[in-house]
């Protein structure tokens, strides 16, 4: 077997004398033993020849730079990486691994969540924060006076992770009373994303309720499920009145620098606006003195439209009459409606899917658990298919539209549930808040 020189095979009493670095003395010596002593006359004169070589070979140089244009600046140093301000947040994973600091926390944790969550049974939160399966994020206080008490806890969130299936569930999330308002509870989920990717995980999951689904949607979180159903099907509890979301969690994103991702991509949108755009590179002369009178002669259908597109540059940019007109006068007035309309109904979808007995109205009756659904009801409608409709734009031309399919889904379900089912008395409370939410005229709800 072929070993490197520098290391000597096992077991060998031999040692190999390295070379010392070399000293002045060291040379001296070398000069005495080794080398025959010179003439001084012949080194000096070597010497003199050596020196005024290299003295006319430097005039010389500067004679050549005197004609070559000066060297380009070297280029500026990469602008400093600005501090990450997630990096000054004390955080920690804790888990009940028995160890007398991790209980400490754990009690905080309990806590925390069961004063800032109170309609959730203490025992439920407690049962499920010292499940070994469970893991926990502590936003913790730079104050050592509060360190391993409960006021150390700024913020958590209780998750328990599933690596065969690779998503997380989320079991609560809260932060302090007085710490609230600052932006923990961002900085608190950006965090657990990040921890989330070291884990493998590309889902996380949760039951919100009706007070918790927009602090969900500011974090990423929708209620389109992209994950399919068998992954975390029969591994997560059902909660009644409780609304599933997720949040997709990409490997490559860092969670902590969304601001400056976002500041990046519009720099780098606008860097390439700038280099084909001629907006800010052409000027033109000034109007001439019969353009007053053009814009007096247009016709009045058309005036607006004439006056903008005789203005020098418009037709340049790619405007046409026609795209004019559709945003002037009438044209635009519709639109107005239209979008005056749809806000309304969004905002009375929404209020419906606020209310706790609309939860199981939300989504779509799933008819592969209830086979024979749509034996029963032959219209299928949901919150969910009406936010989309609305959302288009183009379904709903009035209130009594969506007056219309909301009775529609109340209907489908005294239908096919019993009416002594949680379901029904779902319905008629829903019915009660429609009547209330669409008021009626001689029969029928408002459109004005």
């Given amino acids: 077997m072929q070993i490197s020189t520098m290391v000597l095979p096992t077991g060998s009493t031999k040692k190999r004398k390295l070379p010392l670095p070399s000293t002045t003395a060291d040379h001296d010596d070398d000069d005495t033993n080794e080398n025959p002593p010179s003439d001084p006359t012949k080194s000096h004169v070597d010497g003199e020849a050596i020196s005024s070589s290299s003295s006319s070979d430097d005039d010389e140089s500067h004679k050549h730079d005197e004609h070559e244009p000066a060297a380009p600046p070297p280029p500026a140093p990469p602008s400093p990486k600005p501090p990450n301000p997630y990096d000054q947040i004390k955080r920690t994973i804790v888990i009940n691994d028995g160890k007398r600091e991790s209980l400490i926390r754990l009690i905080g944790l309990k806590s925390l969540f069961a004063k800032q969550l109170p309609k959730m049974p203490k025992e439920y939160i407690a049962r499920l924060v010292?499940?070994?399966?469970?893991?926990?994020?502590?936003?913790?206080?730079?104050?050592p006076r509060k360190k391993f008490?409960?006021?150390?806890?700024?913020?958590?969130?209780?998750?328990?992770?599933?690596?065969?299936?690779?998503?997380?569930?989320?079991?609560?999330?809260?932060?302090?009373?007085?710490?609230?308002?600052?932006?923990?509870?961002?900085?608190?989920?950006?965090?657990?994303?990040?921890?989330?990717?070291?884990?493998?995980?590309?889902?996380?999951?949760?039951?919100?309720?009706?007070?918790?689904?927009?602090?969900?949607?500011?974090?990423?979180f929708t209620k389109a499920i992209q994950m399919p159903k068998a992954r975390y099907q029969g591994l997560i509890k059902d909660y009644d009145g409780g609304t599933l979301m997720e949040c997709y969690i990409h490997p490559s994103i860092d969670f902590t620098r969304i601001p400056q991702m976002v500041q990046a991509q519009k720099e780098f949108i606008l860097q390439r606006i700038r280099a084909t755009s001629k907006s800010d590179k052409v000027i033109y002369p000034p109007l001439p003195p019969e353009f007053a009178k053009r814009m007096e002669s247009s016709s009045r259908s058309t005036g607006a439209a004439a006056r903008a597109l005789a203005v020098p540059g418009v037709i340049e940019a790619g405007w046409t009459m026609s795209d004019l007109m559709a945003s002037t006068g009438g044209a635009k007035d519709a639109d107005q409606k239209k979008d005056m309309l749809k806000k309304e109904l969004l905002s009375l979808v929404q209020k419906v899917q606020e209310k706790q007995f609309s939860w199981c109205f939300r989504d779509p009756v799933d008819t592969n658990e209830v086979t024979d659904y749509l034996?029963?009801?032959?219209?299928?409608?949901?919150?969910?298919?009406?936010?989309?409709?609305?959302?288009?734009?183009?379904?709903?031309?009035?209130?009594?539209?969506?007056?219309?399919?909301?009775?529609?889904?109340?209907?489908?379900?005294?239908?096919?549930?019993?009416?002594?089912?949680?379901?029904?008395?779902?319905?008629?409370?829903?019915?009660?808040?429609?009547?209330?939410?669409?008021?009626?005229?001689?029969?029928?709800?408002?459109?004005?």
Avoid: W
């Fill in 130 to 143: 010292f499940d070994r399966r469970h893991k926990s994020l502590a936003l913790l206080s730079g104050d």
């Fill in 149 to 220: 008490t409960d006021e150390e806890i700024i913020g958590g969130i209780c998750y328990r992770s599933y690596p065969d299936m690779r998503f997380a569930e989320i079991a609560f999330c809260a932060v302090s009373a007085s710490q609230q308002v600052k932006g923990y509870g961002t900085k608190l989920m950006n965090l657990l994303k990040m921890h989330a990717v070291t884990e493998g995980i590309e889902y996380m999951i949760t039951y919100a309720d009706n007070y918790a689904i927009g602090y969900f949607k500011k974090q990423g």
């Fill in 375 to 448: 034996e029963v009801v032959k219209d299928p409608i949901d919150l969910r298919t009406m936010e989309k409709r609305v959302r288009k734009g183009d379904h709903y031309k009035s209130k009594h539209q969506l007056y219309a399919d909301m009775m529609k889904m109340v209907n489908n379900c005294k239908i096919y549930n019993d009416p002594e089912s949680t379901y029904h008395e779902c319905a008629v409370s829903l019915e009660k808040f429609l009547a209330t939410l669409f008021p009626l005229k001689s029969g029928e709800p408002s459109i004005e």
